[in-house]
């Protein structure tokens, strides 16, 4: 195959990804919140027996709740930990359905 002009094949590998490529999505106040709380909440189970939280399994569990909720309850949680507690004792603790 010859070319007539000079050829960058980097320069074509480039446009035919930039043609497929997916447009970034905007990231949600709520998306953000909890990408907040499993930072939280995996830091702390770094080391132990449990695994690390996943963003699906946060998402379960905080879905009752509001924006203004989970606002409130991320400054609640934070400061039990700031009070020589832990953050995902006082989460798991908070969540959990009381009978």
């Avoid at 995996?42 to 569990?61: A, F, H, W």
Wanted: one cysteine or more; a positive charge.
């Amino acid at each position: 195959m010859e070319f007539k002009e000079p050829y960058n094949l980097y320069e074509h590998i480039n446009n035919i990804c930039k043609q497929y490529a997916k447009p970034r999505r905007e990231i949600k106040p709520r998306e953000e919140l909890l990408e907040k709380f499993k930072d939280e909440l995996n830091t702390e189970r770094i080391g132990s027996k449990y695994r690390p939280v996943s963003m699906g399994q946060l998402r379960r569990k905080l879905q009752p709740l509001s924006e203004f909720d989970l606002h409130a309850f991320f400054s609640q949680c934070k400061d039990y930990q700031r009070r020589n507690g832990s953050f995902g004792r006082y989460f798991w603790w908070a969540i959990k359905i009381k009978k």
